[in-house]
């Protein structure tokens, strides 16, 4: 048997290999290998909290943020970007949905604070 540490979601973990193993854990749990996922492989979701809806979408998103007083940016080709003209906050976000991650997720979270929360799946 081996170990294998790794840097997972910015903390340092130690993963116990098989015997013939390659020291990995075999789960497909890469540092960034899933969308939103934790360290221990669950699966979050954004929710906003008003309604009780889960965010599925960007254009879910921008109408709850709009609500909000957030206007989008349209200057950067790669990004989605939303700011407040009452704040200097900026929220950047991957432009695919699909490549939303905890760290964005709780971007929104702590720039819409009592708005969005993130839970599990």
């Known amino acids: 048997m081996s170990d294998v540490w790794l840097f997972d979601n910015g903390v340092l973990r130690r993963r116990v290999g098989r015997p013939g193993g390659t020291g990995d854990s075999g789960d497909g749990r890469g540092s960034s290998s899933h969308g939103g996922g934790d360290a221990a492989g669950r699966r979050k979701v954004l929710v906003h909290v008003p309604t009780g809806q889960i965010i599925t979408s960007y ?11 957030w206007e989008r940016y349209h200057y950067h080709p ?3 970007q939303f700011h407040q003209r009452s704040s200097v906050h900026l929220i950047s976000l991957p432009r695919e949905f699909s490549r939303l991650r905890l760290v964005n997720m709780y971007d929104i979270v702590v720039k819409t604070r ?3 929360e993130v839970r599990d799946a």
């Open 78 to 80: 790669e990004l989605l």
């Open 59 to 69: 254009e879910m998103l921008e109408q709850r943020l709009a609500e909000l007083g």
């Open 114 to 116: 009592n708005v969005f």
